[in-house]
């Protein structure tokens, strides 16, 4: 009776260790299955060549901004003689891959300014189309950073892609509408470089 009564107890057991190994591992699945993957690393493949950043640096932030920006009805000043809407204040949020905000843009100049205190000043060099007739172009600047400490310390460049929006110019801008205001809302990829 006892050899019967440690058998039953060692199936017992075994039963109960491989019925918790099952639960256990069903339930890291579920969890796992929840969690995001990782991002894969930010490529330059797809960009024209002329919004490219040269070799030799790194990405420091990948973000994603939503914004307004506002433009006015006035004389051009690249282009005398011509009227046109020029844009005056730009302002967006910008998230990082995880969906938190840590930086603001804002302007003029154009300034990225990270929640911990560093920021950059940005001086376009480059344009590059980008499909659909609304939305900015991609674009390319230098990048001047300020003297606070941080993650935008060291930036030498910053790329602007995947845009939507933001230039929807097509309400009239004559002599007689010079001082008008238009705002319009986008979106676009602001990614931030440095020396490797």
Known sequence: MKSTHNILW??????????AMVTGTAA???ACAGVAPLPREYTQDQLDASVMVPSGHVVVLETTASGLLH??????ADTAGTIGWVLVRP???LLDRTGKTVAKYSGPPAT???IDGSSVVG????????VGATNLPQQLSTGAPGATPGVLQNVTYI?????????DLSKSCTQADIGDKLTTSYQADYIFWKAA
């Open 159 to 167: 790329q602007r892609v995947k845009t939507k929006g933001g230039q």
């Open 91 to 93: 302002e967006a949020d």
């Open 71 to 76: 433009y006015e009805c006035k004389a051009n």
């Open 112 to 114: 990225w300014t990270h």
């Open 28 to 30: 890291l699945i579920t």
């Open 123 to 130: 001086t376009q060099v480059a344009l590059a189309p980008r």
């Open 10 to 19: 060692a199936y017992s057991k075994s039963a109960a260790v491989t019925l």
